[in-house]
């Protein structure tokens, strides 16, 4: 790597302090491999099922089952008989009675809180050697979790091979798995590959409702998931994998969680022979966000629904632990996100989220949100390469329709200087339909994209609207064709900032960053204002001050000064919301520019050294107002802004010294023939004043 490139990774170091990734307080698992890939995505099997799951209660159940379609309702009633017989009262013992590969278990309706796997372990099972995680549980090996398989879970399904688990309801709500916020997970399935979950619901947990964990092979058919501390659905490690008809609301971090998803296609371009892990027809609603995946690589996410959640749809590199890192090759088309705006971090600000969480009403609407995200967004991307959203719907947000940033390599971990910058490139963002309802409405984004303008041959549609920068490179037809591409090693100093404020939350402390607009914070009160609000009054200071002692009696260098006043005022309107992606920060620029060149040439013969750093210093930002509001500049890796507020701090010093030097006054400075103007005469001594 070249001193440049060392230089520029020094930088990025720098300023990845500022990136939105909150304290190692998202899923933490035991090290775990990817499967080797020879599995494959299990397919239903009909017929009679080899195990039965029922209650005892005969009167219970035919009310349970009195509107089921007549066919339903008596094959139910034969299953019970043949149950009552023959079948198990928990789910847990008949999974500990399969014996071999391939077997069907059928849970009749009925409510299951599986009574002998919720008291606290005891014995050997209380005295378990294992790390604890940021959330206070234990990260157990999967001989620990065999051991003991209820310290954490309900029911628990480790190593059982090509099981099919399915509920014999009219509909999912008929057969309900209740964990009573008692356990970490209500079904976990644990290197069982080719597993198979069928209409039922799973829910009330301190995680997540339904787990796999290192499965080749899964499917997840017409289950839902309510009503948990952080996920509905999580699959992690795995491969082969089918997410359809699902639906998933009121969790503290998503609804649908493909997290290190198998990496089967790092090194790849768009073009990928298949993908690890495919959902489908699901829904996710009123969660923190709808779908979210820390290395949710070779996902193909399609003809879904995502709604009312705080965020549509995120994936990132933000969190270490989790391998396949960084996220990559994640496709997402054909899906309908939309009105993501809800307003779940008021439960942390009331105290809500401090009770326990059988107090805190997460089945009257409640979700405590679990990590530091922009609500309002239908998707978001920290860190992420070669991922595709095409043909998707995307409406009504009231912050962006796209949200992309960077993460550097050493918050998942990783120091080497050549990682640092290895996120953020090659997203596509192509043929979406933004601001428009199925019914054809116009439901406009607030914006339809925030960029923080990092990284390497990322492109969106050319129709999009206001968006943040105004300026993005577009897409060609083909996947790969760019056009008014970038390739910044570095995001914009400003919003850089802004995530470092936004990154400080803390669900378990109650702390809610001040100054970020992501938890309520309005006008004056965010950091973009303040900052801006700050900058102008340096640079309108330091500026008057210049003007007052050397430029005063100069015509066109007092309409600049107005000019440049008018320019910084713009600048802090420029950072409110509704104004941020739109013109107006370009035009503050242009103004600022036009400010610093007068200036500069007024001061080129009594002080040339300040005057042409202060031209210098209009030219960058005339580029900076080019490469925001017109077409970003190709070829260099660090935006005109850095090297703009560089120069400015020296300008800054300058000006101060030029303008408190002893001696210097008002007036105009020696002409262009290098003579000094003569001094005036007083009228009444005759002599020189």
């Keep these: 790597m070249s001193w440049t490139r060392r230089f520029l990774a020094v930088l990025a170091l720098f300023a990845a302090v500022l990136v939105p990734a909150s304290p190692a307080l998202a899923h933490e698992e035991r090290p775990v491999s990817f499967p080797d890939g020879s599995g494959s995505v299990p397919e239903y099997r009909e017929g009679e099922p080899d195990l039965l799951v029922c209650k005892s209660d005969r009167d219970a159940f035919e009310r349970r089952i009195s509107g089921f379609p007549e066919p339903l309702r008596k094959r139910n009633l034969k299953l019970f008989d043949r149950c009552l017989d023959q079948g198990h009262r928990h789910l847990q013992q008949a999974v500990d009675a399969v014996d071999r590969p391939g077997m069907t278990i059928a849970v009749l309706p009925g409510r299951y809180e599986e009574e002998p796997s919720r008291p606290k372990p005891t014995g050997a099972c209380a005295r378990l050697k294992a790390p604890d995680s940021a959330l206070g549980y234990q990260i157990l090996s999967y001989a620990q979790q065999k051991r003991c398989p209820h310290n954490q879970n309900l029911v628990a399904i480790i190593g059982k091979k090509n099981l099919q688990i399915e509920g014999t309801g009219a509909t999912r709500t008929d057969v309900i798995f209740d964990a009573g916020y008692g356990k970490l997970n209500a079904l976990r399935a644990d290197g069982s590959d080719g597993i198979y979950f069928k209409n039922f619901t799973a829910q009330r947990t301190t995680f997540n409702s339904l787990y796999v964990l290192a499965g080749d092979g899964f499917v997840i058919d017409d289950v839902l998931t309510r009503w948990n501390d952080e996920y509905g659905f999580l699959t992690f490690a795995s491969d082969h994998g089918l997410y359809k008809n699902c639906e998933s609301y009121g969790n503290g971090d998503s609804g649908i969680y493909p997290g290190s998803a198998s990496d089967i296609n790092n090194g790849r371009g768009y073009e990928v022979p298949r993908y690890s892990i495919e959902i489908t027809g699901c829904r996710s609603h009123h969660n923190m966000v709808g779908y979210s995946g820390t290395a949710g690589d070779s996902v193909w996410v399609h003809d879904n629904e995502f709604d009312h959640n705080m965020g549509g749809a995120s994936m990132d590199s933000a969190f270490p632990g989790h391998p396949g890192l960084p996220q990559n090759h994640a496709k997402f088309e054909g899906n309908d996100i939309h009105d993501n705006n809800q307003d779940y971090y008021r439960h942390v600000a009331d105290g809500t989220c401090a009770k326990p969480p059988i107090e805190r009403g997460y089945e009257r609407g409640v979700v405590c949100p679990q990590i530091s995200m922009p609500p309002g967004t239908g998707i978001i991307t920290a860190g992420g390469n070669w991922n595709i959203y095409e043909n998707n719907r995307i409406y009504g947000h009231d912050r962006a329709a796209f949200f992309l940033s960077a993460v550097p390599a050493f918050i998942r971990g990783e120091s080497a200087w050549s990682k640092q910058a290895d996120t953020s490139h090659h997203n596509r963002y192509a043929g979406n339909r933004l601001g428009e309802d199925k019914q054809g409405r116009a439901r406009p984004n607030a914006t339809d994209v925030w960029w923080d303008g990092q990284g390497e041959a990322n492109c969106w549609q050319p129709d999009t609207g206001p968006s943040s920068p105004r300026a993005l490179p577009s897409c060609g037809e083909r996947r790969g064709e760019v056009s008014g591409g970038s390739d910044r090693l570095v995001g914009e100093p400003a919003k850089l900032a802004h995530l470092l404020v936004c990154a400080d939350y803390d669900v378990r402390a ?50 600049a000064s107005a000019v440049g006043l008018v320019g910084l005022g713009l600048d ?68 005109p802004a850095w090297l703009r507020a560089l120069l400015g701090l020296v300008w800054v010093v300058w000006a101060v010294t030029a303008s408190a030097r002893r001696g210097a006054r008002a007036g105009r400075e020696p002409s262009q023939s290098g003579r000094a103007p003569e001094p005036p005469v007083d009228a009444a001594e005759g002599t020189p004043a």
């Design 510 to 559: 109650r702390r809610l960053p001040a100054g970020c607009d992501w938890y309520g914070a309005q006008g004056a009160e965010r950091v973009e204002v303040q900052i801006a609000l700050a900058v102008a009054a340096v640079l309108a200071l330091a500026g008057a001050g210049l003007w007052w002692r050397r430029l005063r009696r100069d015509r066109w260098a007092t309409v």
């Design 572 to 639: 802090v309107a420029g950072a409110t919301t509704g104004l941020a992606s739109s013109y107006v920060p370009a035009l503050a620029l242009v103004l600022l520019a036009y400010w610093w060149v007068v200036i500069g040439l007024a001061l080129r013969h009594a002080r040339p050294g300040l005057a042409w750093v202060t031209v210098a210093l209009g030219a960058l930002t005339l580029l900076d107002a080019f490469d925001k509001a017109v077409v970003m500049i190709p070829w260099i890796p660090l935006g």
